[in-house]
């Protein structure tokens, strides 16, 4: 039955498609005539013999419409998956948002004017520190590994300058955001964002709104540190459960509407991992994504 289904579908796009249309069927017309006249006496009859250049010309244009055809739909398909190595640019105004493949530690262009993003949970007791396969584990290890130890009580000291109150306890608000002090600014400043919800009963999870949250609440960190570029990995998505494609797109909407209030930002790179690339091209967000 799915293979019925597909053949279908494949008629009903090539039928659909108008230059294939008007050219296969033209074809279609000459190989009938081919075999057909017709006369004021005996009206449409079939020739005794068939007029083999216009049968021949009725199937080369047949042939030429279905490779149109069959061109053109793989274009559609190729142009769907992003060429995150080269980089997707989304401009908008003066500001340039860059989705490209690369890893968070390993970026090469930063400079005292732009910030790297790394997320935490809403604990800030965070065990990715330790955890390469995470963003602020992986950036940590390369760049300050004798500083893993001491960033819970760091982070609490800097939540507690700032009059952050946790809640519970233990919990910060999702999207909760701060910047490290000077010595970790080699030359970027480092942001920490709380992108995931740590509780003993759900485990660490995130959502769209959390997404969001973080941010506004980097743009509003940045606003008077003098940073126009941010690099920034998928935020959400990983532990935080939610589908990487999904979790792009609405970290993609959110930067677009943010970025229409915080003037200070000319550029966001985020940092898609190499590992996801392929994840992100069969995502069924990526049609949304391509169309911004």
Not at 172 to 199: E, H, N, Q
Request: with cysteine; net charge neutral.
């Amino acid at each position: 039955m799915k293979f019925l289904m597909d053949i279908f579908s494949n008629m009903k796009a090539v039928l659909l498609a108008p230059l294939t249309n008007i050219i296969c069927g033209g074809g279609i017309l000459l190989v009938i005539a081919s075999f057909a006249e017709y006369d004021k006496v005996q009206g449409l009859s079939l020739h005794q013999s068939i007029h083999w250049l216009m049968t021949g010309s009725g199937f080369l244009l047949i042939v030429v419409g279905a490779a149109i055809y069959l061109w053109t739909h793989e274009n559609v398909a190729r142009r769907a998956k992003l060429d995150y190595e080269k980089g997707i640019e989304i401009k908008r105004g003066e500001v340039i948002i860059l989705v490209k493949a690369g890893e968070i530690q390993a970026i090469q262009s930063l400079t005292s004017n732009s910030a790297v993003v790394l997320p935490a949970n809403t604990t800030f007791v965070d065990d990715c520190a330790a955890d390469k396969r995470s963003a602020m584990g992986a950036f940590f290890g390369e760049h300050f590994p004798g500083e893993i130890g001491g960033l819970p009580a760091l982070f609490k000291h800097i939540l507690d300058s700032l009059g952050k109150q946790a809640v519970g306890g233990n919990q910060y608000s999702p999207g909760t955001t701060f910047i490290l002090p000077d010595r970790f600014s080699k030359p970027a400043k480092i942001v920490v964002t709380a992108s995931t919800i740590r509780s003993s009963e759900t485990g660490i999870t995130s959502n769209p709104y959390i997404i969001c949250n973080c941010v506004e609440g980097i743009l509003r960190a940045t606003a008077d540190e003098r940073v126009d570029t941010i690099y920034v990995p998928i935020l959400g998505s990983g532990h935080g459960g939610v589908d990487r494609g999904l979790a792009l797109l609405f970290l993609l909407l959110a930067f677009l509407h943010f970025l229409k209030f915080h003037h200070h930002i000319r550029k966001v790179q985020i940092v898609v991992h190499p590992n996801d690339v392929n994840g992100l091209n069969q995502s069924k967000e990526l049609r949304q994504i391509v169309a911004l």
